[in-house]
């Protein structure tokens, strides 16, 4: 059976330890060689860059998220064997596990490490579909005669790469498609390298439960149930045309997953649809300059996300939630597309004074949508604000210097609001 060591790269017939550098870390596989769509997926990223700028939160739990009233962005592998979970509410997390580093997300840096990760990535194939900062589809059909091995070895060669150059640790899933590829990459976290291949795919999936299906939320789950659909081996039960007639187009979809066929591309260019950020608050506030604080904040999370992806988006949406839950959301279109910070603030702003005295809000969100690449943004000055053109070459001289010298190098005195 093949073998690869996952630390020294050693190629060899199938054993529990390396013969070459004695490593018990060892990926075997009959079709190791012959898969070539993956998905890499970074540990407990945001933890993972936190860990890794602050050595002294190395081996304590670690929590990125903040207020008890929000909820967990994501926890590192020690406060997962507490129990916590991400979206979590914090209150919850914080009993779970008292004595957690509670870490304020800061976006810009997971952007600087995603944008470094993906550089890693874009040397082995061009073929490459990001979900998130953290998460990427490779396709790396027809690469082997180029890197001189097959997929497999480049892929540990790339998260070995990771941890030594990045000093961040990744899974990877390879599998024939990218179902398969994004469920094995969840199956050894972290640091783990699994492996589905064609001939188990079926006998792989038949005891699993229905939610290991990408995108099966709990209103989903439940009809499944009340039809007596609980595991994969359920649906091998039913036939295509039953399916379909009970849960239109999901059926379909169901039951070609349910034998591990899913014939979507990984590709380069799926669209972004929108990119937003939201915070809950500890304690509801109408407090305007506590509120404009949290809107520039917000509007600087989009901006940076926007750029890491090299979008813009034409339309800004503001979202309010009240103390008694009502849900207020603005939208508005702009006349050119934008990235930038400043624009994104400055309309949501507008947005927010117009909505009224509806306050206090327990959570506040600031968006941006109908998304474009980067090049279609901010080509043209505003006529009615002729200082735009002014700010923005300033927020992208501020871009260059957080860049060289860290995230915290500038910030705008509305933020420590």
Known sequence: M????????????????????????VVAHDELWDLSIAHMDCDAFYASVEKRDNPELRDKPVIIGGGKR?????????ARIRGVRSAMPMFQATKLCPDAVIVRPRMEAYAEASRAVRALMDELSPQIEPLSLDEAFIDLTGTQRMHGAPPAVMLARLVKRMKDELGLTGSIGLSHNKFLAKVASDLDK??????????????FLRPKPVRIFWGIGPATQDALERAGIHTVADLHRWDLDQLTERFGHMGDRLWHLARGQDRRRVSPNAPVKSISKETTFFEDTGDADVLDGHIWRLAEQV????????KAGRVVTLKLKTAKFKTITRRQTL???????????????????AAGDSGPYRLIGVGI??????TQADLEGDLLDPNASKRADAERAADKIREKFGSKAIIKGRALR
């Open 303 to 310: 901006s940076s996300r926007a750029k890491a992806k090299a």
């Open 70 to 78: 929000g909820v967990v962005s994501t926890a590192c592998y020690i």
């Open 2 to 25: 093949p073998a690869l060591c996952k630390d020294c790269l050693h190629q060899f017939d199938a054993g529990a330890r390396c013969p070459a550098c004695r490593s018990p870390r």
């Open 190 to 203: 972290p640091r783990g390298f699994s492996v589905i291949g064609r001939a188990e795919t079926v006998d």
């Open 335 to 353: 006349h050119q597309p934008t990235q930038m910070a400043d624009t994104i603030y400055r309309r949501a702003r507008a947005m927010f004074d």
């Open 369 to 374: 949508s109908d998304i474009v690449p980067e």
